[in-house]
């Protein structure tokens, strides 16, 4: 649907499932005749935080049937790999934060693409290790293949040192041993990760910790 009126946006939003009932009810028609524009009502559902700009710029490109994905609703891009790309999503059935992973659009039709997405699929979700991002799901949804992991609050590891320096001795060695017990659990289960680097390493943290914990991503 393209997007023209305020009242065309909110009915995409309710359509495609983007806003809760709750957050729907709120937009009446005495609260919607204060906006003279859709784009006028997105910026203000972005400072509300219920939109990001992500999500804004797939609705007014007539693209909202890709910002959900089974029961993920997506809230951004994360980033993105040879065949995949990575986005941040809600799961609207667990009502946490997820990081979604999914097959690029236009590869489901292309056999080699998914093998290696079917491969990377099957690994994951065999692992299990506090140093390993924990996987929640996998599946195809239509021809969207995806897996669903643990979203982490945290900085890579690259990013640190470029911020901060190189790191003291007792650290690096402490992260070290963190990301080595995680491989050695993804070994005894016959796995090979082929591309750890400090970009790939996050370091989490909790509440109530104070030095961070490595993930390896």
């Not at 609705?59 to 790309?85: K, Q, T, W």
């Not at 999914?102 to 299990?128: H, I, K, N, P, W």
Request: one cysteine or more.
């Amino acid at each position: 649907m393209f997007i023209d009126t305020v009242e065309t946006l909110v009915e995409t939003l309710r359509r495609e499932l983007i806003l809760g009932e709750e957050q729907l009810e709120q937009l009446n028609d005495d609260f919607l005749s204060q906006f003279t524009c859709p784009r006028a009502l997105a910026k203000y559902l972005v400072r509300a935080d219920w939109l990001t700009v992500y999500q804004v710029n797939h609705l007014f490109d007539n693209r909202a049937h890709d910002l959900m994905i089974g029961p993920y609703c997506i809230l951004d891009r994360l980033g993105d790999g040879g065949v995949s790309e990575v986005l941040k999503a809600w799961d609207t059935s667990k009502g946490r934060y997820v990081a979604l992973k999914v097959l690029r659009d236009g590869l489901a039709s292309e056999a080699d693409a998914v093998r290696q997405f079917q491969r990377e699929m099957q690994a994951v979700t065999r692992l299990s290790h506090p140093n390993i991002i924990e996987t929640y799901d996998a599946g195809v949804i239509g021809s969207t293949y995806y897996f669903a992991m643990e979203f982490v609050y945290g900085t890579d590891l690259r990013r640190v040192i470029e911020l901060s320096g190189p790191l003291p001795i007792g650290d690096a060695c402490d992260y070290i041993r963190q990301v080595a017990s995680g491989l050695q659990h993804a070994h005894q289960l016959g796995l090979v990760h082929r591309d750890i680097k400090p970009a790939n390493l996050i370091l989490i943290h909790p509440p109530g910790h104070e030095k961070p914990r490595p993930g390896s991503a």
